[in-house]
């Protein structure tokens, strides 16, 4: 079956610009993460969904970073005002239950900010 | 808070070489540990996992098992592939409900023949 897609792959944006981030998850799956992952690191957690409620969002680096998932499946990263600092890969993962079930991860949205 | 340390890579290994990747962690209470790998142009697969102490997971002839004495679960494979170069990270998920995983800085492998 299909696994967790997000698009654009990449993107480019100039300092200042809004960007949003997609992601679609496997069909069915309750929770729905968000990880940011910069150049040699490993990837770190920015907020959760259980279903449309986001019950943890003390990732966020900023303000300027919001996300949404409005029906419970495909989900939104917006991050207003880009900064250089905010170049990364971003990871989206899904999860069937909401335990410490296994997440399955997209292929990552890499953002270059100019 | 939740932290894992991993051996700094690149690890460059010849072919059928003994892979170790090291792998510690602090947390507060019981997680689960995992290690991922990413293949160059992939996402990030789960390789395998342990829930409880002396657990040991394993999968395509990697093993790991989690030490709750020494806080570790590293990495092991007897006899290393080209196909096994990739990055690999350690991982945990906390106690907590919401399993958010809290990854290591990753260790690359580069196996030549």
């Known amino acids: 079956g299909a696994g967790v897609s997000q698009s654009p792959r990449y993107k480019v944006a100039k300092r200042g610009q809004d960007v949003a981030l997609r992601c679609d998850p496997i069909?069915?799956?309750?929770?729905l993460f968000w990880y940011q992952q910069a150049l040699g690191q490993g990837p770190e957690f920015l907020t959760y969904f259980q279903n449309e409620a986001q019950l943890d969002k003390s990732g966020l680096p900023s303000d300027r970073f919001f996300a949404e998932r409005p029906e419970g499946s495909v989900s939104t990263l917006k991050i207003q005002r880009t900064q250089q600092e905010d170049s990364a890969v971003y990871l989206c993962?899904?999860?069937?239950?909401?335990?410490?079930?296994?997440?399955?991860f997209g292929p990552g949205t890499r953002l270059t900010v100019t | 808070g939740d932290s894992v340390t991993q051996m700094e890579g690149p690890v460059t290994l010849s072919e059928e070489a003994f892979l170790t990747i090291n792998c510690t962690y602090t947390?507060?209470?019981?997680?689960?540990l995992f290690w991922y790998v990413q293949y160059p142009g992939e996402g990030l697969q789960l390789l395998l996992k342990a829930t409880k102490a002396d657990d040991k997971g394993s999968n395509k002839g990697f093993e790991a098992t989690y030490r709750k004495e020494t806080t570790s679960f590293h990495l092991e494979k007897g006899s290393v592939q080209v196909s096994d170069s990739a990055v690999y990270f350690c991982?945990?998920?906390?106690?907590?409900?919401?399993?958010?995983?809290?990854f290591g800085t990753g260790t690359r492998l580069q196996v030549t023949l």
């Open positions: 947390a507060t209470g019981y997680p689960s």
């Open positions: 069909s069915g799956h309750v929770s």
């Open positions: 993962a899904s999860s069937p239950g909401t335990g410490r079930s296994e997440q399955y």
């Open positions: 991982a945990l998920s906390d106690s907590g409900t919401a399993s958010k995983l809290t």
